[in-house]
């Protein structure tokens, strides 16, 4: 079918704007909402590529600036409305923060704020220490980990370091305001974004034991049914602690007490001890302790296959908090460690560099970002920001490849291929703000949220209730039951996967390009489901454009 894919939600005056034709055209033209054309232009060939498999055309109108809404037509082609504006993405970014509330476990949601998408108190009872034979805990709070209802400590730490680092690059996001219940602290009424951050932060210093170690994660034994969280009666297990999610731990509280201290010294105070309780944990248990479900357990089992990612996150982060040289140095040895790590994985055709990665398994490109919080011109830092640029260089070369300008390949469209996009947006934002302003960074930035909201082979914005075709229907457990219509906006799909690793994902011809694997169904965990940790990187991305 003939198709025009765009940005369904819009585009700042001066942005570079593109839409991708599926078909041969020579001329296209912009029509506003009445119907008049306002722009015509020229449609340029660019070819196939391995990741749409369409021979794709350009239709570029970075000149037409006139604010408005607005359709592009071609031949019978018409694509999905769009917005020239000031202010294109005020929506959406407040959407996507929202987010975080309506996932919030325990007795934390209001009616008032909640609205229709509100659920009664969940997950109250205290929680089994797997196999122990100790007093049940309370770890009541935080975030649901996605479409599941278990709540994770490595995803959540990742998830809040996302937005908290946000914060400290770009200080606006502290502005945005989502309509959530004020919290007091000593210095007044916190900003939205730190008074929702903090609700996880609270969760994950529950997750921590009195010697500094860290639960893994808090689930049920098995995945609930499709119910209401309030519906979820099962039994809470606290599952092992691992030297990962202690790591991330420590890291995350160190994060959040630079930015708490501003506030709260109480709670800032709070943060730092955490921080420094999980730091020596680490230190005492200098050999690794992994995650790996207990046998017959099929909650999320986020393993990883090593810690040293984590341990120089740690190190990184509680150096720039803290300003202690022993962290410096225990951050110089972790990067020995994990340079030849990657030296293994390169032999195995990983392309990327570990040090920019920020996922929920690798968050060395974590501990980068606090070195350049931190900003001395030592060794280790001017190789990190090396290393960014080198990385931001390949992904702008990436781009180059396909007619969406997407800075992805084929092998990133796995489980969770927006986020692998979102991290490469984070690393090309960093770069282009902090490092070395380029206009290839930018346009790749402008280009990869293009294609989240709409420029791709499936003409889907993979954030709801942003974009005339967004997906509806996220694998998440509310949604799925709750008898509202529509999924509450703001929420990033996981998005495409040649892995197609669920049974309805079958249904997706298994030959599609890497752009096609998608299907935008409720059952559809591999392709569709939501998670904390793929609308964090989206804030991240989204404050770097907020300070333009
Ligand atoms: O790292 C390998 C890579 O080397 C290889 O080339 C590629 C090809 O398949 O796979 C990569 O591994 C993938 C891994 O994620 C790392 O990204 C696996 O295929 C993939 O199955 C795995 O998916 C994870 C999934 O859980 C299953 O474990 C997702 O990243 C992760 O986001 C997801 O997390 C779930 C939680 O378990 C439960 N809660 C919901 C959440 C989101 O779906
Ligand atoms: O809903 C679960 C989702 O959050 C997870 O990402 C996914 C993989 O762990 O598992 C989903 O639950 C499925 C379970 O694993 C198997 N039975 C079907 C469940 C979804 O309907
Ligand atoms: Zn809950």
């Not at 202010?87 to 923060?97: E, W």
């Not at 092998?411 to 960093?430: A, R």
Request: with cysteine.
């Amino acid at each position: 079918m003939d198709k025009i894919y765009l940005n369904q939600v819009g585009y700042f005056s001066e942005s570079e704007k593109r839409a991708v034709l599926n078909f041969k055209a020579d001329d296209f033209e912009i029509e506003n909402a009445d119907g008049n054309c306002v722009f015509k232009g020229k449609v340029s060939h660019f070819g196939t590529d391995d990741i749409s498999g369409e021979d794709t055309y350009v239709a570029k109108f970075s000149d037409f600036k006139t604010e408005g809404t607005y359709r592009i037509k071609a031949q019978d082609g018409v694509s999905a409305a769009f917005t020239i504006s000031d202010k294109p993405y005020a929506k959406l970014m407040k959407d996507i923060c929202k987010c975080f509330y309506y996932l919030r476990c325990a007795d934390a949601l209001d009616k008032e704020f909640a609205g229709e998408y509100y659920h009664k108190p969940c997950h109250m009872t205290k929680a089994t220490v797997y196999g122990e034979d100790t007093e049940p805990v309370d770890v009541t709070g935080g975030w649901h980990d996605a479409g599941d209802y278990g709540r994770y400590s490595t995803a959540g730490a990742v998830a809040v370091a996302h937005i908290l680092y946000g914060v400290r690059f770009f200080p606006e996001l502290l502005k945005v305001k989502f309509n959530i219940p004020a919290v007091s602290a000593e210095k007044g009424i916190l900003p939205d974004i730190l008074a929702e951050t903090k609700v996880e932060l609270d969760f994950l210093m529950k997750m921590q034991r009195e010697n500094g170690s860290v639960w893994h994660k808090v689930t049920t034994f098995c995945h609930a049914p499709f119910v209401m969280p309030e519906d979820d009666k099962e039994e809470l297990f606290l599952f092992p602690v691992s030297s990962i999610a202690t790591a991330d731990i420590a890291a995350v509280m160190a994060l959040a007490y630079s930015v708490y201290k501003d506030y709260d010294s109480a709670y800032a105070l709070k943060l730092k001890e955490s921080s420094l309780r999980a730091y020596k944990w680490l230190k005492e248990n200098p050999d690794e302790l992994l995650f790996h479900n207990a046998e017959g357990s099929n909650t999320g089992e986020y393993d990883e296959a090593e810690d040293i990612s984590n341990r120089f996150w740690a190190a990184a982060a509680l150096y720039e908090a803290f300003g202690e040289e022993k962290y410096l140095t225990d951050a110089i040895d972790k990067k020995k460690e994990l340079d030849l790590f990657d030296k293994e994985a390169k032999k195995k055709g990983y392309q990327g560099d570990v040090f920019t990665c920020m996922g929920w398994a690798e968050v060395a490109g974590l501990g980068s970002l606090s070195l350049f919080l931190k900003n001395e011109k030592n060794e280790i830092t001017e190789e990190m920001k090396k290393r960014f640029i080198l990385e931001a260089d390949r992904l702008v070369e990436n781009a180059g490849k396909n007619g969406f300008n997407l800075c992805m390949e084929a092998k990133d469209f796995i489980w969770g291929s927006n986020m692998e996009l979102l991290k490469y947006l984070m690393v090309l934002t960093v770069s282009n703000k902090m490092l070395n302003v380029k206009a290839e960074y930018k346009n790749a930035i402008q280009s990869g949220l293009d294609y989240l909201l709409g420029c791709n082979s499936m003409d889907t914005s993979y954030v709801t209730g942003n974009g005339e075709r967004a997906f509806k229907n996220p694998h998440l457990r509310p949604t799925a039951v709750d008898d509202i219509e529509q999924p509450w906006p703001g929420l990033v799909s996981g998005g495409p996967n040649v892995g197609l690793q669920d049974e309805m994902a079958k249904k997706v011809p298994a030959d599609s390009a890497p752009m096609k694997c998608y299907y935008d169904h409720t059952a559809c965990y591999s392709l569709n489901e939501i998670t904390i940790y793929w609308n964090s990187p989206l804030v991240f991305v989204m404050a770097g454009m907020l300070q333009r």
